[in-house]
């Protein structure tokens, strides 16, 4: 009996979702609860569980395709099936020669000739791939045939690819030996080449959400520069009994959202947002810390950050980075910010003027660490210094506002003592 496995609910507000990828192909065994497939929503991905075990049966859609809620995906036959066609396959192998004349020899064929498309399939392997992972086939052009991954359940990540392709150049001297003579051909592929790949949900949802806050927000940035001699001092000094403690390394965003957090208090519409022609104030910071994940940025929450401690941040920043990258975020995790710490540093960003995340009114942009001279006691001196960017919607923030928002900040950081007695 043939089941059908239905889109399921997405969380609030999301009807439909772009089919990611297949993890169980037709004829495949399939448990119950077993994940047959990944959907990419406007947030993260969601794994789809077969609802009964058996054998997975047709696809009725495509990688790529929308799909909305409560749609078909697939089917899988239910029952004592999935056991017989698993175990079928090997005594075809083996015993097929002596025992070509029985009856039940031809029941295993079709499983036979399923197990025998998916090698065949490999030249084309990339479409069974997630959309990160089939494009860094492409980019780096490894064989994915050739690759043991370690994502979940054995999947290739992009990470494997990359991995992979690193690896090419030990052998490449000794392939590239041989077709020297065949330099010619290395002339005719030099022509121009154009690839197009279709936007994934999230990076769609991301545009729309980025244009939107330009177009409803009356958004300014406001600068300043933080001097991090006593941060960097305190991390050298305290990381390592740090981490022995806590299990987590100490890193400087604990201190930027605490440090934030006091902010907030003392600057309350900076932490405030507009709905329709009302100011909503919170008491509360759920602080958004933005996150690199395969997929593109994301930004999960951290619930009441004013009643974390340092350690306590740094925990929960690196569950979400490390989620963020296996793509097992919740949709929940990433709902109700109040307020967004976004470091672009990580990546060498000298300056920037971040866009901000709506309903929220300000994002803060962190930047990169560097030498740099400024002025001390009358003394030219060289200080670890970076820079600090306040994008804020000028509509509910006044500059005067966001100019003491970022000297609160600044204050603290550089006199990490103000943190610990709320200074």
Known sequence: MATEVLVPTLGESIT???????????????????????LETDKVSVEVPSPVAGVM????????????????????????????????????VTESPKEAAPAPAPAPAPADTAG????????????????????????????????????????????????????????????AASPAPQTPSVAASTGRKEERVRMTRLRQTIAKRLKEAQNTAAMLTTFNDVDMTAVIEARAKY??????????????????????????????????????????????????????SPGGLVVPVIRDAQDLSVAGIEKTIGDYGKRAKDGTLKMDEMKGGTFTISNGGVFGSLMSTPIINPPQSAVLG???????????DGQVVVRPMMYLALSYDHRLIDGREAVTFLVALKNAIEDPTRILIDL
């Not at 439909?16 to 990944?38: F, N, Y």
């Not at 991995?163 to 052998?171: F, R």
């Not at 930027?256 to 003392?266: E, G, H, Q």
């Not at 962190?366 to 001390?376: A, K, S, T």
Request: hydrophobic content about 45%.
């Open 16 to 38: 439909e979702a772009t089919l990611g990828e297949w993890l169980k192909q037709p004829g495949d065994a399939v448990a119950a609860d077993e994940p047959i497939a990944s």
């Open 57 to 92: 049966g047709a696809h009725a859609v495509q990688v790529g395709d929308t799909v909305q809620v409560g749609a078909m995906l697939a089917t899988v036959d239910a029952g004592g099936a999935a056991p017989a066609q698993a175990a079928a396959p090997q005594p075809a």
């Open 116 to 175: 025998q498309q998916a090698p065949a399939s490999d030249g084309d392997a990339p479409a069974a791939l997630s959309p990160s992972a089939r494009r860094a086939v492409l980019e780096h052009g490894v064989d994915p045939s050739t690759v043991k991954g370690t994502g979940k359940d054995g999947r290739i990540t992009k990470e494997d690819i990359a991995a992979a392709a690193s690896a090419k150049p030990a052998a490449a001297p000794a392939a």
């Open 239 to 292: 990381k390592d009994l740090f981490e022995k403690k806590h299990g987590v390394r100490l890193g400087f965003m604990g201190f930027f959202v605490k440090a934030a957090t006091m902010a907030l208090k003392d600057i309350p519409s900076v932490n405030a947002s507009i709905e329709g022609d009302e100011i909503v104030y919170h008491d509360y910071a759920d602080i958004s810390v933005a996150v690199s």
């Open 366 to 376: 962190l930047h990169r660490i560097e030498d740099r001279p400024v002025v001390r």
